[in-house]
C-alpha cells in the first residue's frame, strides 16, 4: 500500500493548483461584463487533471476519477471523471463568461453538436510538457491532445461551415495548465533529477510548452492563457511523502516550481509579441495558492494542509474512493483529495486571480 500511496501521490504533483485555472477572468458578481462588441463563444482547456473534464475515462490508465466521492456536489452527484469534488475550472470560467454551464471532455461519447459550439477540453489527468511524462502513467500527451483539436476543427467545419468555424477559433479562450507532474512526478519522484540538473530540464520544459502554444495558434487560437506551476511542495501529499514528520511545505520543490515559472513567464511575454494578433498570457497562480494556503481566514477556509477524502494526506484517484470517507464539510477545505483543490476553493482562487488578467485578452 506504501508503494501504490507513492505511485500515486507521484502521478498528481501540483496539478492540484491548477485549479487556479479559472483565474484569467474578472468575476463581478454573477456573469463577467466583457468590453463592448466581444464575444468569447466558446472555452478549449488543454493538460493535465486539473482541467481534465473525463477524458481519462475511456483510456486504459489508474489516473482516473470517475467514482464516488469524485463528482459528490456536481450536477446530481454524477462521478464525470473530474478530479474534484464538484466543478473544475473550465466549468467555472465558461459559467462566469455566460458560454455554458459545464465544459465537456472532448472524448465524452455524449458529446453533442451544440457541445462543440461553445468548447470542450482535450485534457489528461497526468500528462505533461515532458513527452515522457504522460508515457508513465499511460496518459494522453499534449502531442495527442493537438491531434484531437484538429479533428474537432475539422468536426466543427462540418456542422457549422469554415466561416462560424472561423469565428469560434479566434475569440476563444485557450487554457493550457500543465508541468506540475512533469516535476513533481517525473523530475523529483522518479529519480531524473539525478540525472539531470533543475535548470536544463526546466529549459525543456518550457521549450516544449512554446513550441505547443505556437501549434494551437497555427491552428487558429488567439487568447491563449498560459498557467504557471503552483507551489507543488505544499500540496497534502507532497507534504506527506517528502515534508518530514510535521508534514512541511517541501521548500526545494516549490524552488523548482519558481524557476520555471520565471522561464515561462519570460518565454511567454516573449512569444505574445512575436505572433500577430495574438494575446498569449502567462497566468501567475504560484503566488495567489500559496497566498490560499498561508491565510485561508482570508477566504472563508479552515484546512489548507490536507485533503477532505480520507485522512488527506495521502489519497488521491483510485486511493480516494467509496471506501475512504470525507470530511464533514467540504466547503472549509482548500484540498478535495491529497493534490487537487474543492470547487470552493477554486471558486476562491476565481475572485482573487480572474481580475488581474481578464483586461489582458481584449
Known amino acids: 500500500m506504501k508503494h501504490l500511496s507513492s505511485y500515486f501521490v507521484a502521478t498528481y504533483n501540483s496539478k492540484v ?26 472555452i478549449f482547456a488543454f493538460g493535465d487533471s486539473i482541467v481534465d473534464q473525463g477524458n481519462n475515462n475511456g483510456i486504459k490508465t489508474l489516473i482516473k476519477a470517475n467514482f464516488m466521492p469524485y463528482g459528490k456536489d456536481f450536477e446530481a452527484g454524477v462521478s464525470t471523471g473530474r478530479f474534484c469534488n464538484g466543478k473544475t475550472p473550465p466549468d467555472l470560467i465558461a459559467e462566469e463568461l455566460g ?11 455524449n458529446l453533442k453538436l451544440e457541445d462543440l459550439k461553445k468548447g470542450v477540453s482535450f485534457a489528461s489527468g497526468g500528462s505533461g510538457y515532458n513527452p515522457e511524462t504522460p ?3 499511460s496518459v494522453i500527451s499534449l502531442s495527442d491532445q493537438l491531434e484531437s483539436f484538429k479533428e474537432y476543427i ?21 487554457i493550457v495548465v500543465a508541468g506540475s507532474d512533469d516535476l513533481a512526478n517525473t523530475y523529483f519522484t522518479l529519480g531524473v533529477s539525478k540525472l539531470q540538473d533543475i535548470n536544463s530540464y526546466t529549459d525543456l520544459m518550457v521549450s516544449s510548452a ?8 497555427n491552428l487558429g487560437a488567439r487568447r491563449i492563457a498560459v498557467f504557471g506551476i503552483p507551489p507543488i511542495g505544499c500540496l497534502p501529499a507532497q507534504r506527506t511523502l517528502a515534508g518530514g514528520g510535521v508534514r512541511m511545505c517541501v521548500e526545494k520543490y516549490n524552488q523548482a516550481a519558481q524557476l ?12 505574445a509579441e512575436k505572433l500577430p494578433e495574438s494575446k498569449v498570457v502567462y497566468i501567475d497562480i504560484y503566488n495567489p495558492v500559496l497566498d490560499l494556503i498561508q491565510r485561508p481566514q482570508n477566504y472563508g477556509l479552515e484546512v489548507t494542509d490536507r485533503g477532505c477524502c480520507g485522512t488527506g494526506n495521502i489519497e488521491v484517484a483510485v486511493l480516494c474512493n467509496k471506501y475512504s470517507g470525507t ?10 483529495d491529497s493534490y487537487h483543490p474543492t470547487e470552493r476553493g477554486y471558486r476562491a482562487l476565481v475572485d482573487q486571480i480572474l ?4 483586461n489582458r485578452f481584449f
Open 327 to 336: 470530511c464533514p464539510d467540504d466547503t472549509k477545505y482548500l484540498f478535495w
Open 99 to 109: 458560454i455554458t454551464e459545464i465544459i465537456p471532455a472532448y472524448l465524452d461519447p
Open 135 to 137: 508515457k508513465l502513467v
Open 17 to 42: 493548483f491548477f485549479y487556479v485555472f479559472v483565474l484569467l477572468w474578472a468575476a463581478c458578481e454573477g456573469v463577467i461584463k466583457l468590453p463592448e462588441n466581444t464575444t468569447v463563444p466558446a
Open 154 to 174: 475539422g468536426k466543427l467545419q462540418g456542422a457549422v461551415g469554415e466561416e462560424e468555424t472561423h469565428n469560434i477559433l479566434t475569440n476563444s479562450l485557450y
Open 210 to 217: 512554446s513550441s505547443f502554444v505556437q501549434e494551437i495558434y
Open 355 to 358: 481580475q488581474k488578467y481578464v
Open 260 to 271: 520555471a515559472n520565471s522561464k515561462f513567464s519570460s518565454e511567454f511575454d516573449s512569444l
